[in-house]
């Protein structure tokens, strides 16, 4: 509890609305974990794994409606539509209280309402931020506790002050009819209803490290972005900090987890953070990050110790997994996994489950939520409360075609421009189709909480107030041939495109200028440890001037929807695009 009056009396309010059995504030005990594990065994929403090959591991099935963040739910609820722009569905404020407090109504009846008090960020930075959440739901609970450093140390970065985002979340009745996201990034306050699945129930990340933090952000002069951080040490022992934003299930976590191939001795990356950077200008005039969360929950399927022996490691104890399988042995299993497919399990809603069934045993976007300080790989300087010096931002995305491996801006304001542009096949963290292309400017379609035009703008004015920004490239992993096998073999191999990314950031680096930007010649990528043809490298980085000119009439759709709120900085680039693409 605490003697913050702000708090008290929001909690109050709240509790008044749902009307809840009782109200437990949480301290982010050790004990309080152990009470809240075995009230969530016994309503049945853990089930206890095998705790001798598991230790602390659980499994949760989430209701079937309920697998994905919803976009078409989620709502930024401020006064003037115009201000949560063309790609944001927006609803007015006064709407949206009116809305969802009739579905929170007496939504909490018979149940128990926690309240979640955490820091976004390390202790004692002036990065963080609090939040409060309450919240009917044990399980997620537990998952804020591994995601945000959660209890005293709230109370204690609060004081009397009343800058704390109010998030309220009720799983409701789980019906997608009566299910909303809504934030109110002028009222600091987020209200959930209707879900309990992470994007939408753990309001610390999306909705609150995003959302409402990239509000933030542009009135405090900061940044607030969809992007992993790491840190890649040189044989010289020289570690340089990179950020990348990529959509969701495009490897962020993977990436930040990278293992060097053995070809590649004396490299060596630390994991920062796998999905939110946190960005501001320091006294030295760089962009220094940090990462809010204190967890990952990461996308489960096609995790193995192959492909991220790092996660495979930091996952056996002390972890949730949701919609998973579930083997006869008390073990999970996922498409992907080290083991062969087991004989019988029961797959992620529950029910029998053999190799021979047409559907998948895990769900495509089921996930593991485990602490930070779990991954082998985790930097020194992940709590830094100064946060990190990045040298190179990285956007990526994934396309089958036309997007080379990589290449580098030419300018801050390119660099913005090719965040602005970034397009990418979807997947299933979201619901929807899978596979369509949809664009998604610097991965943040689903996350900036105003106008995106006017975050381009915001962007685009970092370079009046740091004076050493980063270098900025565009990377894909994900090209495919005409029989639609990957070109690039990915994972520990990336290291050779940050590799050059490194070298482009210390002034060296091969590089050929071409119409969209500098271009590494296959040399300056390629190694003779590197399995991949002369002719592949060249095909994985040739400009198809056709095809750019096409890609370059969907980007000018794309900009048309921001009409007059469009930077001219964005513009422009558009422009010389174009220019270069026709000359020859
Ligand atoms: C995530 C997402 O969960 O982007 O990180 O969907
Ligand atoms: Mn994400």
């Known amino acids: 509890m605490t003697t913050n009056a702000s708090v008290r009396r929001w909690v109050k309010e709240v509790a008044r609305m749902c009307g809840p ?25 853990l089930i206890p794994l095998d705790q ?10 989430s209701d079937p409606n309920d697998v994905a963040r919803t976009e078409h739910l989620t709502f930024i609820c401020c006064r003037e539509r115009d201000d949560a722009g063309p790609t944001n569905h927006w609803m007015a404020p ?65 004081g009397t002050s009343d800058a704390f985002t109010r998030g309220l979340h009720s799983k409701g009745d789980l019906n997608a009819d009566r299910r909303y996201i809504c934030h109110f ?6 209200w959930s209803v209707g879900s309990g699945y992470g994007g939408n129930a753990l309001l ?10 990239s509000y933030m952000g542009r009135h405090e002069g900061w940044l607030a972005e969809h992007m992993l951080i790491i840190g890649v040490e040189s044989p010289d022992g020289e570690v340089t900090y990179i950020c990348g934003a ?80 579930l083997r006869p042995d008390g073990t999970v299993w996922w498409e992907g996994h080290d083991d062969p497919p087991p004989r019988t399990a029961l797959d992620w809603r529950g029910r029998p489950w053999t190799p021979s069934h047409d559907e998948l045993a895990a769900h495509p976007n089921s996930r593991f939520t485990t602490p930070a300080r779990q991954c082998p790989s985790l930097s020194p300087e992940w709590e830094n409360p100064t946060g990190v010096p990045i040298s190179a931002i990285l956007f990526g995305s994934r396309r089958q075609k036309l997007l080379p491996l990589v290449y580098q801006a030419s300018s801050w304001q390119h660099g913005t421009f090719l965040g602005a ?5 979807t997947t299933a963290a979201i619901t929807g189709a899978v ?95 590197l399995d991949v043809s002369k002719h592949v490298l060249e095909e994985l980085l040739r400009v198809d001037r056709e095809g750019w000119l096409t890609n370059l009439r969907n980007q000018a759709e794309f900009f048309a929807k921001f009409e007059d709120r469009l930077p001219a900085g964005i513009r422009e680039e558009h422009e010389a695009l174009a220019r270069r693409l026709k000359m020859k």
């Open 421 to 425: 542009t970034l397009a990418s096949e």
């Open 246 to 325: 990529f959509p969701s299930a495009c490897g962020k976590t993977n990436l930040s987890m990278l293992v060097p191939p053995t070809s590649m001795k004396g490299w060596r990356v630390y994991t920062l953070g796998d999905d939110i950077a946190w960005l501001r200008v320091g006294p030295d005039g760089r962009l220094w990050a940090v990462n809010p969360e204190a967890g990952f929950f990461g996308v489960v399927p096609g995790t193995s110790s192959k492909t991220n022996p790092n996660a495979m490691a930091a996952i056996q104890r002390n972890t949730l997994y949701t919609n998973v399988a």
């Open 94 to 158: 006064a709407e949206g209280y009116d809305r969802l407090s009739k579905i929170l109504s007496g939504s909490m009846e018979g149940r128990t309402m926690y309240v979640i008090p955490f820091v976004m960020g390390p202790p004692d930075s002036n990065f963080s931020k609090v939040g409060i959440q309450v919240t009917d739901s044990v399980y997620v609970v537990l998952n804020m506790r591994m995601m945000t450093r959660m209890g005293a140390v709230a109370w204690e970065h609060l």
């Open 185 to 190: 990034p002028e009222d600091n306050t987020i």
């Open 435 to 529: 596979g369509v292309v949809r664009r998604d400017p610097m991965a943040m379609l689903a996350f900036c909480g105003y106008n995106m035009a006017d975050y381009w703008a915001h962007w685009l004015s970092m370079e009046k107030r740091a004076s050493h920004l980063p270098k900025v490239f565009r990377v894909n992993w994900f090209r495919r041939d005409e029989k639609g096998r990957f070109l690039w073999p990915g994972f520990g191999e990336n290291l050779r495109v940050l590799k050059w990314v490194i070298e482009r950031c210390r002034g060296d680096g091969e590089a050929e200028e071409t119409p969209i930007g500098y271009v590494p010649t296959p040399s300056a990528i390629g190694g003779k440890e």
């Open 21 to 45: 059995a009782d109200v437990v504030w949480c301290d982010g005990s050790e004990a309080e974990r152990e009470r809240l594990l075995e009230v969530a065994v016994r309503a049945g929403d």
């Open 204 to 213: 610390s990340k999306k909705c609150m490290s995003l959302r409402i933090a």
């Open 52 to 61: 001798r090959r598991l230790p602390g591991c659980y499994l949760h099935r």
